[in-house]
């Protein structure tokens, strides 16, 4: 079965830095969209920042200009390089991804296990 893995989470102080790996694997034909989505509680899941097999980036609002989401697609693994974090940025962050498996025939949705990020003093 397809899984999205991920690590890196944890707990930093305001202005501190996490990098969030995710890795794919399975029996996948294509990864068309990886990205990173979170969740406060309370709140819903909402878009932090995604990328295509084509390098083509979007990034939210909220955490333009302090984070930064790259992708090598011979791993099959995406990461979220955040620095400058905030309070705000306490979230479960999760991986995503939309591919083409040998499972199944049309394009699916993933989702990794969300991995917890804290930002306290």
């Known amino acids: 079965q397809v899984q999205l893995v991920e690590s890196g989470g944890g707990l930093v102080q305001p202005g501190g830095s996490l990098r969030l790996s995710c890795a794919a694997s399975g029996r996948i034909l294509s990864i068309n969209v990886m990205g990173w989505y979170r969740q406060a509680p309370g709140k819903q899941r909402d878009l932090v920042a995604t990328i295509t097999s084509r390098g083509s980036i979007k990034y939210a609002d909220s955490v333009t200009d302090r984070f930064t989401i790259a992708r090598d697609n011979a791993k099959k693994t995406v990461y979220l390089q955040m620095n400058s974090l905030k309070p705000e940025d306490t979230a479960v962050y999760y991986c995503?991804?939309?591919?083409?498996?040998?499972?199944?025939?049309?394009?699916?949705?993933?989702w990794g296990q969300g991995t917890q990020v804290t930002v306290s003093s």
């Open positions: 995503n991804a939309d591919l083409i498996s040998m499972y199944r025939g049309p394009i699916e949705t993933y």
